[in-house]
Structures are given as structure tokens and as C-alpha cells.
């Protein structure tokens, strides 16, 4: 967008687009998952954000660039819902569903940036191409997905399918989706303004490949956290494990500011990212074993409707300050907010058995 001419804080508001999206349509897929099938709903899924991802290559203004931000938000909300609910259910040990789900995600991570940064030398139309190119290789090989058979969800009566809970599903389901707002908000920020900052800052110039390996260093780690966080919570517990990771988050944004070579930018990658991992995988953990068959679909989808709250006010907030205050003012703002939450999610997380 920078390339394009936008403004920073046309950068924020076109971004939380994408937030606005996944948290309207976030638990619908989750709904539409319990009554027709993870599968469907991933596969329908895989095939229109392979034509959404060939769009941003025609996109030319402001308008265009919101739009095609909002249709990824929809159909990239399925995609998050349908692959989380079809790990959980083709994995046996479900204790390890979501850290394989997770480091999955991770490596898409590490390999995009890398792929992204070196074709983006030749311009940013190509990296759109390339990225639809692989999106439907995507979706060709995911046909061979199997289906998995399971009882029929669908909600009865006019009940909402939020009613056809219990108060210690709702419960669970509302404190986690509260918690993991701020940690989506941090990790939204940096993959937006963090690469800024270092094609900007006197003290970093980094290039686009150098940026992309930044982005990269945060996939890496949350490549191989998943599996040191599954022991952790064996071990320490759910609640230890997750604020492990929001102080690792708040850490990564604490030493932003003062960041002045490419080595010390790719730690504040790596913090964030493991980080980010021990947050995820705990909470959705926790939130599946505490929600019956029948609901777990929609559960995926509220929590990840929290999820997209962050990634909808962080562009916003921090748009808006990084213009008018400057970056470290705003990476300094940032880590605060997360050092509020871990005193919140103290509190909260108590009454997360271990």
C-alpha cells in the first residue's frame, strides 16, 4: 500500500477492514461448519481466496483495496474455522490437534515472507500472482482430503445456536475470546507497521527481502514452539503457559523502539512469535476440551470472532498514532496495553483449572 502512495493511516483503516470481516462472518462459519461439514466449508473456502488473492494484483485506490480486503476477511474466516475444526477432528491425541494446526500456520508463515520478499524486488503485482498460483495448488491438492464422518450438529427449535449451550460453555467461551484480543491486537501490528518501520527508520533501511526474513523469523518460531508448549502445559499448567506468552509478546514490543540492526528486529520477531504460539494453542486447547461435539464449530468461530477484534482495532489505533506520534511512541503504547492485559488475564485465568 506504501508502494501505492497511501497514507499511513490509510494503511490502518484498509487493514481493519480485513477485521471487520472475519468478525461478522467468523461464527457464521462456525454455524455453517456444525450443520454442513468442515470439509465443504474449507474447500469452498481454498477456492474463492485463490480468486480474491488474484484480485489485489488489479487493485489500483483506496476503494478497490478496501473491498478485496473485506472479501478475504470473509472467506478467510471459513478457511480459519474449517481447518481447525477438521485437525481437531482427524487428530487422535487431541491435547496436540492445535499445536500440529499451529505449526502448520507457522510455516506458512516463514515460507511466504521469503517467497513474497524476493519476488516483491520485481514489484508487488507479481507477489499476487504467484500467491493465487499457490493458492490454488492449494486447493487442487486439498480434494484428496478425506471425509470425516460425524454426527449432525445443526441447532434445533428457534433457539440461537449461542442458547444451545450450557453456562460453563458460554462462560469459557466468553473469557477466552475477551483474552486473546490483545495478543491478535500486537501480533496485527507488527506484521502491518513493524515492516514500515524498518524500511523508514534511520536505523534500520532494511530492504524487502531483509523484511521479509523478519516476518519470517516470526513463523520460524512459532514453527518449533508448539512443540515445547504442549509440554509445557503438561507441566505448568494452562494459565502459566499463556501468560508466559503474553510477557513475551509485551517483551518483544518493550525492545522495539530501541531496535538498530536487522539481528536485533528478527529477536522481537522471534519473542512475538513464540509468544503468540503459547496464547493460541493453550486457550483453543482449553476451549475444545471445555465444549461438547455439537458446539465445538461455533465455539471456533466466536473465539476466533475475539481473535479478529484485535485485527480489526489494531490498523485502526495504531494507524492513527504512528502518524501523528511516531513509531516508538506507538510500539512503547502497544507493549503497555499487553503488560494490562497479563494483569487482567491474572485475574480471569483463575478460574482456568490447570
Not at 487422535?92 to 506458512?108: C, D, L, N, V
Not at 526474513?213 to 515445547?228: E, K, N, Q, Y
Not at 509485551?250 to 538498530?260: D, I
Amino acid at each position: 500500500m506504501v508502494d501505492l502512495g497511501f497514507a499511513i493511516s490509510d494503511l490502518g483503516i484498509a487493514s481493519a477492514t480485513l477485521g471487520v470481516a472475519l468478525i461478522i462472518f467468523e461464527p457464521v462459519w462456525g454455524f455453517l461448519v456444525n450443520r454442513w461439514g468442515a470439509r465443504r466449508i474449507f474447500l469452498l473456502s481454498a477456492l474463492l481466496t485463490t480468486l480474491v488473492l488474484l484480485s489485489y494484483a488489479f487493485v489500483r485506490d483506496l476503494t478497490g483495496f478496501v473491498f478485496v480486503r473485506f472479501l478475504s476477511g470473509i472467506f478467510g474466516s471459513a478457511g480459519a474455522v474449517s481447518t481447525r475444526t477438521l485437525v481437531w477432528q482427524a487428530v487422535p491425541r487431541k491435547e496436540r490437534a492445535f499445536g500440529i494446526w499451529y505449526t502448520i500456520f507457522a510455516a506458512g508463515g516463514v515460507v511466504g515472507p521469503v517467497i513474497g520478499g524476493l519476488v516483491a524486488t520485481q514489484g508487488y503485482v507479481p507477489v499476487f500472482y504467484v500467491a493465487s498460483i499457490i493458492a490454488a495448488v492449494a486447493f487442487f491438492l486439498s480434494l484428496s482430503i478425506p471425509t470425516i464422518e460425524q454426527q449432525n450438529t445443526a441447532s434445533s427449535g428457534t433457539n440461537l445456536p449461542i442458547q444451545n449451550m450450557d453456562k460453563s460453555e458460554r462462560k469459557v467461551l466468553f473469557m477466552t475470546s475477551f483474552l486473546v484480543i490483545v495478543p491478535l491486537f500486537l501480533r496485527t501490528v507488527y506484521l502491518i507497521f513493524v515492516p514500515v518501520f524498518a524500511k523508514e527508520s534511520s536505523k534500520l533501511l532494511l530492504g524487502p527481502i531483509e523484511i521479509g526474513m523478519v516476518v519470517a523469523a516470526m513463523g520460524v518460531a512459532g514453527f518449533f514452539a508448539p512443540f515445547i508448549h504442549s509440554e509445557l502445559v503438561s507441566k505448568a499448567g494452562v494459565k502459566e503457559v499463556i501468560l508466559t506468552g503474553m510477557l513475551l509478546e509485551f517483551g518483544s514490543f518493550l525492545l522495539l523502539p530501541s531496535v538498530n540492526g536487522f539481528p536485533f528486529l528478527c529477536l522481537t520477531a522471534i519473542l512475538l512469535g513464540t509468544g503468540e504460539a503459547a496464547i493460541s494453542i493453550s486457550m483453543m486447547t482449553f476451549l475444545m476440551d471445555k465444549t461438547r461435539l455439537s458446539n465445538r464449530g461455533l465455539a471456533i468461530g466466536v473465539f476466533g470472532a475475539g481473535e479478529d477484534v484485535g485485527i480489526l482495532v489494531g490498523p485502526l489505533i495504531v494507524g492513527y498514532l504512528y502518524r501523528d506520534c511516531g513509531a516508538e511512541f506507538s510500539f512503547y503504547l502497544t507493549a503497555m496495553l499487553m503488560l494490562a492485559n497479563v494483569i487482567l488475564s491474572i485475574s480471569l485465568l483463575r478460574k482456568i483449572s490447570r
